[in-house]
């Protein structure tokens, strides 16, 4: 689910969440939600270099064990196991894949004239279809309908990205203010995301986009339902349906990045004394594994940022700025 600039949208984003939220008064505990086997034990995933640094990060991972990200300023797909090809762009300087669909479409930008514009590519060797103006697509369903957020006239706007129609809609408001972002969109066409610095979801309603507000967390990833992933604002990575529900067993700085049709979600825990950042995968039931670092890694910090529903973690070595792309496999 993140490319470069979606992970630098995120560090933007964290410095306005911490407003508003909700402020917890009872010790943090894991809810349960439902059986899930599918969180294994830590020696189960085994860590795969994709590619090499100095700037590589895996976004997203598909059912197809197709995987999509940044590799030193151009957007790369690739199968796991398998070589990359980097992302046509013709008339552009670079460009990042933030999200795969099950049909191999892909969500991104391209950069042209310094500035980001939001993309998406039909297939990979797809040159994009893209739309006017500053912004980024950030995720894309099997319908490959996309969201994303686009500079309109200096107001950053979530918009939904008909693709097929080449249509687009910004989608309302909660309230003026802050800039709105559209994280993610699932089968259902329910889209997760801010307005104003507000958690928000939009659904459509007898064909008109509504918008409303979520409660003790804000969301970055659904799932085939209503079951959303992210952050509470204070360090805390939480789950909800659609608003909060429970809590991930991290034990610093927690957030949850992304979520498999399953439940089973990823992130990244931050120990902010020692600066160690580790990947972890969890669920709503309670499951929850560290991911391990490649033997011989010189690295203290790695964040998993997407999931299939195999179980096929990807993510990066190091931070957004300066790493390695990388899988954790159990078995897929």
């Not at 294994?40 to 640094?53: E, I, N, R, S």
């Not at 892909?106 to 039909?122: D, E, S």
């Not at 498999?260 to 969890?282: F, K, R």
Request: glycine share 14%.
């Amino acid at each position: 689910m993140s490319s470069l600039h979606k992970a630098v949208a995120f560090l933007f984003l964290a410095s306005l969440i911490g407003c508003g939220a909700d402020t917890l008064s009872s010790p943090l505990r894991v809810v349960p939600d439902k059986p899930d086997g599918n969180v294994y034990p830590a020696w189960q995933y085994k860590p795969v270099v994709l590619l090499p640094g100095p700037q590589s990060l895996a976004s997203d991972v598909n059912d197809l064990n197709e995987i999509v990200g940044y590799t030193n300023g151009e957007a790369f797909w690739m199968p796991f196991g398998g070589s990359h090809l980097l992302l046509a762009h013709p008339g552009s300087t670079g460009a990042n894949a933030g999200a795969i669909n099950g049909k191999s479409a892909i969500a991104g930008a391209v950069i042209t004239n310094g500035l980001y514009v939001p993309a998406y590519w039909r297939n990979p060797g797809a040159a994009p279809l893209q739309l006017k103006g500053n912004g980024s697509s950030l995720d894309l369903n099997d319908r490959s309908e996309v969201v994303g957020w686009i500079n309109v006239k200096g107001i950053v706007r979530a918009f939904y990205w008909e693709t097929a129609t080449n249509t687009r809609v910004h989608l309302p408001r909660y309230s003026t203010g802050n800039d709105d972002y559209a994280w993610a969109i699932n089968n259902d066409r329910i889209v997760v995301g801010t307005s104003a610095g507000y958690p928000v979801m939009w659904r459509q309603i007898n064909g008109v986009w509504t918008v409303s507000l979520l409660q003790g967390m804000f969301p970055y990833d659904i799932d085939a339902g209503n079951g959303t992933v992210g952050s509470d604002g204070s360090g805390h990575a939480t789950f909800g349906r659609p608003s909060l529900a429970g809590y991930f067993g991290t034990t610093w700085t927690g957030t949850a990045w992304a979520v498999n049709g399953l439940g089973d979600a990823v992130g990244e825990d931050w120990n902010t004394s020692t600066g160690q950042m580790l990947p972890w995968v969890g669920d709503r039931a309670g499951g929850f594994t560290y991911l391990p670092f490649p033997s011989g890694s010189t690295y203290n910090q790695a964040s998993a940022r997407g999931i299939n529903n195999c179980g096929l973690v990807v993510g990066f070595l190091g931070n957004v700025f300066s790493g390695e792309a990388i899988a954790w496999n159990p078995g897929c």
